[in-house]
């Protein structure tokens, strides 16, 4: 028969993954983690769903901007059966500037791994905005973009094209309600939809972030087309919990280097798709002048807003689908 029992190994590098938490020790962060691609990370902010080598990659960035902060008394259990562990920790945290300790639940999961025992996943959840708790925002989809850069050596081709970002909107609050399981089947489902739209539609689907996707097109038009496609498809999708989606798409100058794509035109595709609201198709000034005649297509609510690491303001559109 098999018996769970307490783990005062798993607890010990539940520890050690404090204390390298604590000491923005990169290098033992990375150390501690499974090498599955299958790896996950879940937080509480919007966006922090991150998996496999980008996860592994970034996982120093996302603690680095995390503010020194003090610990309450905490309450912890572990267990172990057979090659698989796991455990919880309720984790009072105060961070510099703020006097109230709020409460952290934090799950891991274990596995063996050449004798040697790797988080395969961690579930971080507090009531509380990064924000208001620690007075800094996760910039979850920057760490990975940076970690998607490690290794870039050398330039690849350059050439223009449109960048397509989408992300599901309250991805947080619908993770927390449905359990991790249940929440990881119906975004694997929600994001094969969103790559079938995408090849069908001439784009190249890059990597998937989490909940959401960044795709390449050779043309402003393919890109559209396939953003009203893939919101008419999420909208008719009766399944549930109902996903709402923001996309979010810029033309401009891309470099590419083994399959992933750098430049501005990148980051600020992923900055258009955060100024979306939940439902919208936002695009840039320079998608939409691309067009020439803009046949099919419906824009309106033109804006001039800031754009996060971007000077000055830009005008985006909203696209009727």
């Given at each position: 028969?098999?018996?769970?029992?307490?783990?005062?190994?798993?607890?010990?590098?539940?520890?050690?993954?404090g204390d390298?938490?604590?000491a923005?020790?990169?290098?033992?962060?990375?150390?501690?983690?499974?090498?599955?691609?299958?790896?996950?990370?879940?937080?509480?902010?919007?966006?922090?769903?991150?998996?496999?080598?980008?996860?592994?990659?970034?996982?120093?960035?996302?603690?680095?901007?995390v503010?020194?902060?003090?610990?309450?008394?905490?309450?912890?259990?572990?267990?172990?059966?057979?090659?698989?562990?796991?455990?919880?920790?309720?984790?009072?945290?105060?961070?510099?500037?703020?006097?109230?300790?709020?409460?952290?639940?934090?799950?891991?999961?274990?596995?063996?791994?050449?004798?040697?025992?790797?988080?395969?996943?961690?579930?971080?959840?507090?009531?509380?905005?990064?924000?208001?708790?620690?007075?800094?925002?996760?910039?979850?989809?920057?760490?990975?973009?940076?970690?998607?850069?490690?290794?870039?050596?050398?330039?690849?081709?350059?050439?223009?094209?449109?960048?397509?970002?989408?992300?599901?909107?309250?991805?947080?609050?619908?993770?927390?309600l449905?359990?991790?399981?249940?929440?990881?089947?119906?975004?694997?489902?929600?994001l094969?939809?969103?790559?079938?739209?995408?090849?069908?539609?001439?784009?190249?689907?890059?990597?998937?972030?989490?909940?959401?996707?960044?795709?390449?097109?050779?043309?402003?038009?393919?890109?559209?087309?396939?953003?009203?496609?893939?919101?008419?498809?999420?909208?008719?999708?009766?399944?549930?919990?109902?996903?709402?989606?923001?996309?979010?798409?810029?033309?401009?100058?891309?470099?590419?280097n083994?399959?992933?794509?750098?430049?501005?035109?990148?980051?600020?595709?992923?900055?258009?798709?955060?100024?979306?609201?939940?439902?919208?198709?936002?695009?840039?000034?320079?998608?939409?002048?691309?067009?020439?005649?803009?046949?099919?297509?419906?824009?309106?609510?033109?804006?001039?807003?800031?754009?996060?690491?971007?000077?000055?303001?830009?005008?985006?559109?909203?696209?009727?689908?």
């Amino acid at each position: 028969m098999t018996t769970i029992t307490p783990s005062v190994e798993i607890a010990a590098i539940v520890q050690r993954w404090g204390d390298a938490v604590r000491a923005r020790d990169e290098a033992t962060l990375r150390n501690l983690l499974s090498t599955s691609e299958h790896l996950s990370y879940l937080g509480s902010a919007e966006g922090e769903l991150w998996t496999g080598k980008p996860l592994r990659d970034g996982i120093g960035d996302h603690f680095r901007e995390v503010p020194e902060f003090e610990e309450g008394e905490s309450e912890s259990q572990f267990f172990e059966c057979g090659s698989t562990g796991w455990g919880y920790s309720l984790l009072p945290l105060r961070f510099d500037g703020h006097d109230d300790f709020v409460m952290h639940r934090i799950t891991f999961v274990f596995i063996l791994e050449h004798g040697a025992w790797k988080i395969a996943h961690i579930h971080m959840s507090n009531p509380m905005p990064n924000m208001e708790k620690m007075g800094v925002e996760n910039t979850a989809l920057d760490a990975l973009m940076a970690a998607a850069r490690e290794g870039f050596e050398g330039l690849g081709r350059e050439g223009m094209a449109s960048v397509m970002f989408t992300d599901v909107a309250d991805s947080s609050a619908l993770a927390d309600l449905l359990g991790d399981r249940v929440w990881m089947r119906r975004i694997d489902t929600h994001l094969s939809g969103v790559e079938r739209i995408v090849v069908e539609g001439g784009g190249t689907l890059i990597k998937s972030l989490g909940d959401g996707t960044l795709s390449t097109f050779t043309t402003a038009r393919a890109a559209l087309c396939a953003a009203q496609e893939i919101q008419k498809t999420t909208r008719a999708d009766s399944a549930e919990p109902v996903l709402r989606l923001r996309i979010g798409v810029h033309t401009g100058e891309v470099i590419e280097n083994k399959g992933d794509f750098f430049g501005t035109v990148v980051n600020k595709a992923a900055r258009i798709n955060a100024a979306a609201a939940p439902d919208e198709i936002r695009l840039s000034d320079a998608t939409r002048i691309m067009l020439g005649r803009a046949d099919g297509f419906d824009f309106d609510d033109p804006q001039e807003v800031p754009l996060k690491g971007l000077e000055g303001t830009h005008q985006i559109y909203r696209l009727g689908y």
